[in-house]
C-alpha cells in the first residue's frame, strides 16, 4: 500500500512539473520500485531544503532521460543534495546545466564512477570543496576523452589540495585543467604548480597578487604542449622554478622563449642538456640565464655536430667565468652576438692570439 501511494505522489509531482507526455514517459521509465522510491525520496530531501530547488531537479529529470541518462539518476541526485545543502545558487545551476554533462559522459559505468567520485570532492572539508567539485564535473567530458580514470581523479586530488590552500586558485586549476592534463605530464604536476605558485608577489598593500599564477595556469599549457618529450617539460619545470625563485619576471620570460628555442635543437638530449646546463646559470644570475638561453639555441647549431661537445662546453665555461668575474660581465658574454661569441671561444682553443 504505502509502495501505491509513493507512486502516485511521484506520478503526482512529474505531472505538476512537466509537460504531459514528459511526465508520462518518465513515470513509465521510473516504474521499478528499486528505482522509484529512491528518487521519490531524494526529490523529497530536496524539497526540504527548498521547493524550488526540488522543481529544477524534476524539470532536469526530463532531460537527463531524454539524453539517455536515466540509469544514472540516483548518484546524480545525491550529489545534487549535496550541491543543494551547501549553495542554493549552486544547486540550480547544478540542475540547469547538468543533464548535458551527463549526456557527455557516455558510458554509463564512467558516469556513475564520476558523479561518485564528484560527490565525493563535493563532501570535502574545505568551504569551497561544492564549488570546486561543480567546476571539476564541468570539465569532465573534456577529460574523459584524453584520460584514463585514475589520472582524471588524481589531478582532481592536485586541484582539492591546492583549492583548500586558495579557492580562487583551486579554482581556475579545475577550469583549465583539460588544457593542463594534456600538456603537463602527471608525473611533472606537482613540481608545474609549484612553479605557478612561485609567481605570485605582493601588491603595495603587502597582500599576495595572484595574477601571475592565475595566468600561468591559463597560459602555460599551449606552451608546454608544443614540447613534446615529458623529460624536456620536465627540465623546462625545474629551470622556469629555480628562475621563479629569484624573480618571477624572468621566470616568465624564460618560459615565453622556451619551445622557440628548444625547438631548433634537433634531440632531446641536447635540449636536456642546455636546460640542466641554464641551471647553473640560474644558480649565479636569473638575466644572465635568459642571455644564456637567448643564444644558446645558436651556439648548439653553429658548433656543427651535436654530438660534438666541444665548442659548446668551451663557450659555457667562458661564460661562466665570466660570471666569477662579475655578473654584468657574464651577462655581456652571455648576450654577445653568437658567431663573435663561438670565434671567440673557437681562436681560445687553437691558441690563436
Not at 513509465?28 to 531537479?57: C, F, M, T, W
Not at 558523479?115 to 572539508?125: F, K, M, T
Not at 624536456?232 to 619576471?249: F, R, T
Request: hydrophobic fraction near 45%.
Amino acid at each position: 500500500m504505502s509502495s501505491f501511494i509513493k507512486k502516485d505522489e511521484l506520478q503526482e509531482l512529474l505531472r505538476d512539473r512537466l509537460d504531459a507526455a514528459t511526465a508520462q514517459d518518465l513515470d513509465e521509465h521510473l516504474r521499478d520500485p528499486y528505482l522509484r522510491v529512491p528518487v521519490l525520496e531524494l526529490l523529497n530531501e530536496l524539497k526540504e531544503i527548498s521547493s524550488k530547488i526540488q522543481g529544477e531537479a524534476v524539470w532536469a529529470l526530463g532531460e537527463v532521460k531524454r539524453r539517455g541518462c536515466l540509469a544514472s539518476v540516483i548518484p546524480w541526485l545525491d550529489l545534487g543534495i549535496t550541491f543543494a545543502q551547501a549553495s542554493g545558487a549552486l544547486s540550480l545551476r547544478y540542475f540547469k546545466e547538468s543533464p548535458m554533462i551527463l549526456g557527455f559522459l557516455e558510458k554509463e559505468s564512467n558516469r556513475d564512477e564520476l558523479l561518485a567520485h564528484a560527490l565525493e570532492l563535493a563532501d570535502g572539508s574545505g568551504e569551497a570543496a561544492p564549488q570546486c567539485a561543480y567546476e571539476w564535473l564541468k570539465v569532465l567530458p573534456q577529460l574523459c576523452g584524453e584520460i584514463a580514470l585514475p589520472e582524471i581523479q588524481e589531478w582532481a586530488r592536485l586541484g582539492m589540495e591546492l583549492a583548500e590552500w586558495n579557492y580562487v586558485l583551486g579554482n581556475e586549476f579545475f577550469r583549465e585543467c583539460p588544457s593542463i592534463a594534456k600538456a603537463v605530464p602527471m608525473e611533472s604536476a606537482k613540481a608545474w604548480i609549484g612553479f605557478g605558485m612561485k609567481l605570485m608577489v605582493q601588491n603595495s598593500l603587502g597582500k599576495p597578487d595572484y595574477i601571475g599564477t592565475l595566468e600561468f595556469f591559463r597560459t602555460s599549457p599551449s606552451l608546454f604542449l608544443e614540447i613534446n618529450d615529458a623529460t624536456v617539460k620536465q627540465a623546462v619545470i625545474d629551470l622556469g622554478s629555480s628562475l621563479a625563485d629569484h624573480s618571477p619576471e624572468q621566470a616568465v620570460a624564460f618560459l615565453a622563449k622556451a619551445p622557440e628555442v628548444l625547438a631548433r635543437i634537433s634531440t632531446a638530449e641536447w635540449k636536456i642538456r642546455v636546460l640542466k646546463f641554464g641551471l647553473l646559470v640560474a644558480d649565479r644570475d636569473p638575466m644572465a640565464t635568459l642571455a644564456y638561453f637567448g643564444q644558446v639555441s645558436e651556439v648548439v647549431v653553429l658548433a656543427g655536430k651535436e654530438d660534438d661537445s666541444g665548442v659548446f662546453d668551451a663557450w659555457f665555461g667562458r661564460g661562466m667565468e665570466a660570471l666569477e668575474y662579475s655578473v654584468e660581465a657574464g651577462r655581456a658574454f652571455f648576450g654577445l652576438e653568437t658567431r663573435q661569441a663561438c670565434s671567440a671561444v673557437e681562436q681560445a682553443m687553437s691558441g690563436v692570439p
